[in-house]
């Protein structure tokens, strides 16, 4: 779970869906929930993109072939490939595959798709001169470990063992990161800037979105089964100390504060998660709720309402709101476009319902 932002900020992100086309929050599996901010403004998330883009075998075919699952302009990649990159994609974003076998089928169908569209970018940025140095990578890489882990690489290199990834993996995606928003940038260049008039028409048809949401203090038990998980919500329910309880907590950084993760509003946190902890009153236990660090047993130590936000408090953010919303009109129909001219192969397994369209999360 990562801490509060800014409460305008948080309110004009919350406004449009458009918005939430950017999901920080799926790095934050990388990180200690409750330390995260906006990694967006480090790697600037681009897609659902995933894992390493080296693929040193390029050949033209007539026929995606056997053990390949998809080929974009010659490029193939291999059911190993593919393998790979998903499991850097459930590792790094949170996104993991259905139980139900209608659900695998769709999802290995979206994957595909996902992984299609990101080779097209990383085709285009190169085409298109988009030039990321090892030390733009690094430089993030090093701000991210500086601001999400303050016991510095070692608490880092920690969390990558535990995902089963490499810290090659996350340079991977941050250079790729890069480009896509480098990429985007260069493509959506002829965006005039907004005005302030513009900001206040927006303001005006947007101002019932335009509030703080409502946000809950919050403390949690993070241990590793759900067995222990129901006993711990059992004895918290039962008047045993939440904060001593907490002293179990896998999740060393908060064990010593009884579990406080201080105010969040439903965003920051893990659906499962927030769902369970804004259905439950204020000074109620909830939970066992398994998310990726494990099972939680959450209380709600207050509640704090949502409040309307004036248009001063909002105008930067939502500025970039509207610049943003300008650029994704010109983004989208262009990548769709080049996805189209792209000669894109799948295997029958992996073929998408609509080969031509966008995955849902394809804007940097």
Do not use: C
């Not at 939430?20 to 906006?38: C, D, E, G, K």
């Not at 335009?210 to 403390?219: G, Q």
């Not at 983004?331 to 476009?337: A, N, V």
């Amino acid at each position: 779970m990562s801490r509060p932002g800014n409460a305008a900020s948080d309110a004009v992100r919350s406004a449009s869906a458009l918005v939430r086309s950017v999901r920080p929050r799926r790095w934050p599996l990388l990180m200690p929930r409750q330390r995260v901010t906006s990694l967006v403004t480090i790697v600037l998330a681009a897609l659902v993109v995933i894992g390493s883009g080296s693929f040193l075998v390029v050949h033209r075919l007539t026929a995606v072939p056997d053990g390949d699952v998809l080929e974009v302009g010659g490029v193939p990649v291999s059911q190993a490939d593919y393998q790979s990159r998903t499991d850097v994609l459930s590792a790094l974003y949170g996104v993991v595959a259905p139980t139900d076998p209608a659900g695998k089928d769709r999802y290995q169908r979206d994957v595909a798709q996902a992984v299609a569209t990101s080779l097209v970018i990383d085709q285009q940025a190169t085409a298109r001169g988009v030039v990321v140095t090892d030390k733009d990578v690094q430089d993030a890489l090093n701000t991210m470990i500086q601001t999400q882990f303050p016991q510095g690489q070692q608490s880092f290199d920690q969390a990558l063992s535990r995902l089963h990834i490499s810290q090659l993996n996350v340079t991977d995606e941050i250079h790729r990161q890069l480009a896509a928003s480098r990429l985007f940038d260069k493509i959506t260049a002829s965006v005039p800037p907004v005005t302030d008039a513009d900001v206040a028409q927006a303001f005006g048809q947007r101002q019932a979105q335009m509030v703080t949401p409502e946000a809950r203090h919050l403390r949690n038990i993070v241990v590793a089964d759900q067995q222990q998980a129901q006993q711990l919500a059992d004895q918290a329910r039962g008047g045993a100390d939440f904060a001593a309880l907490a002293a179990s907590s896998l999740d060393k950084s908060t064990a010593a504060q009884g579990g406080d993760l201080g105010t969040l509003a439903a965003s920051q946190l893990e659906k499962p998660y927030a769902d369970a902890a804004f259905a439950a009153p204020a000074g109620s236990v909830f939970g066992p709720v398994q998310t990726s660090t494990g099972w939680n047993v959450g209380q709600v130590v207050g509640v704090q309402p949502a409040t309307p936000l004036s248009l001063e408090q909002v105008k930067e953010p939502l500025r970039q709101q509207v610049d943003r919303e300008r650029r994704i009109a010109i983004w989208r129909p262009w990548l769709t476009g080049q996805v189209k001219q792209a000669d894109v192969r799948y295997a029958d397994a992996y073929q998408p319902a609509n080969p031509d369209e966008l995955p849902a999360q394809s804007t940097p």
